[in-house]
């Protein structure tokens, strides 16, 4: 199926054209989404960097993170076991609940080429560079400071939290948000939510995510916008879940 990357501009950016499409009142219908991949990205410039060369040396490993915070989340856990069914053989490091402190995780970024959250996100839309990741006790790592970090190895980002790709609602035609924050940190690709999302989907959206971009024990974060339209699709057709429960996932960058 075709690639299309949307950067839109203005009060574009607030849409998820991605879900463009004619409805019926049950939410199925035509969508582009049956012709094309779609992802996003916030600027040419961004974008350029996203694709940079690849490091030759470049190891594979896996930081997951999941209810720092100890909220009532259960498929965040469960998420992890999706995970786990295919990084078996894979390098991989897990923090949960209170092991996932602010340090913790920082150390975790810094070794890892791909990062999961499973967790809850707080979009700051007056100041995007304080939207935050909630860890342990309640604490958060904000994009400001992730954006400190030396962050060699970052390859892929999933952020399975509410409204990690929300922009400013004050301000429509600007397009900071964690998922595209993340890309400005060294990021090549982001998975996001532009909304909230329900927790019992998620495991099912993070399972087929990752069943694609391991395939044959091979991780390849350039298949991330496919998988991630595959799960999508598999939401929408075969569960014919609402509208509002596939729509909000989206892929930013390569």
């Known amino acids: 199926m ?3 990357w949307w950067c839109p ?3 574009l950016i607030g849409l998820p054209i991605h879900a463009a499409g004619i409805y019926t009142d049950d939410g199925q219908g035509a969508a582009i989404s049956d012709y094309v991949v779609s992802s996003y990205f916030p600027s040419a410039s961004a974008l350029a960097y996203a694709t940079r060369p690849a490091d030759p040396s470049q190891k594979f490993s896996l930081l997951t993170v999941a209810n720092p915070s100890g909220a009532q989340l259960p498929g965040t856990e469960l998420e992890l ?6 990084t078996a053989t894979l390098p991989t490091q897990e923090l949960t609940r209170g092991e996932a402190t602010v340090e913790k995780v920082k150390k975790g970024m810094e070794n890892a080429s791909w990062v999961h959250f499973a967790c809850h996100g707080a979009a700051n839309p007056d100041k995007p560079w304080e939207s935050a990741l909630i860890l342990a006790d309640h604490t958060r790592l904000t ?3 992730i954006s400190d970090m030396s962050l060699p190895h970052a390859e892929f980002a999933f952020l399975s939290a509410c409204q990690t790709a929300k922009g400013m609602d004050d301000a429509p035609d600007q397009s900071a948000h964690l998922s595209t924050g993340m890309m400005a940190c060294g990021y090549r690709g982001v998975i996001g939510t532009m909304w909230k999302i329900k927790d019992e989907y998620a495991p099912f959206v993070a399972d087929r995510v990752y069943e694609k971009m391991l395939e044959g024990g091979q991780p390849d974060y350039k298949r991330a916008a496919y ?7 598999a939401l929408r057709k075969e569960h014919k879940v609402p509208f509002a429960t596939w729509l909000p996932f989206i892929h930013v960058g390569v």
């Open 81 to 86: 076991e999706k995970i786990e069914k295919h």
């Open 9 to 11: 501009s203005g009060p």
């Open 227 to 233: 998988a991630l339209h595959d799960a999508v699709q």
């Open 2 to 4: 075709p690639r299309i």
């Open 143 to 145: 994009l400001r400071e």
